[in-house]
Nanobody, 126 residues
Framework: QEPLVESGGGSVQPGGSLTLACAAS????????MAWFRQAPGKEREGVAG???????LYADTVKGRFTISKDNAKVTLYLQMNNLKPEDTAMYYC????????????????????WGQGTQVTVSS
């Protein structure tokens, strides 16, 4: 069983919305950090949004005000509500997990995370 499984990707027109989900398995307590990253063809992976064990969230400037990250500790599931999507949001989206409270300003650093999902594709086009 994969430790992280993403869902919710798809195709949408500019200005549309999508909600991604990432279900984690094998987690034994609520003290963990998770984040969403994305990678477009020919570009480097970038951090999109992160949430720590303390519940504090951090967003990339490119998505601030449009995306909202949240987690459900009872379900051990991470969400990313994406509104007002733009063509430049097109990418493969990955969730990441680590069982500690990652320091706030490191929550969009991929090297801080130990577990990764397989990714879900988001395509924004008219």
């Amino acid at each position: 069983q994969e430790p992280l499984v993403e869902s919710g990707g798809g195709s949408v027109q500019p200005g549309g919305s999508l909600t991604l989900a990432c279900a984690a398995s094998g987690v034994t307590d609520n003290w963990y950090s998770m984040a969403w990253f994305r990678q477009a063809p020919g570009k480097e992976r970038e951090g999109v949004a992160g949430i720590g064990a303390d519940g504090q969230t951090l967003y990339a400037d490119t998505v601030k005000g449009r995306f909202t990250i949240s987690k459900d500790n009872a379900k051990v599931t991470l969400y990313l509500q994406m509104n007002n999507l733009k063509p430049e949001d097109t990418a493969m989206y990955y969730c990441a997990f680590r069982g500690i409270n990652i320091p706030y300003f490191s929550r969009l650093h991929g090297d801080e995370y130990y577990y990764w999902g397989q990714g879900t594709q988001v395509t924004v086009s008219s």
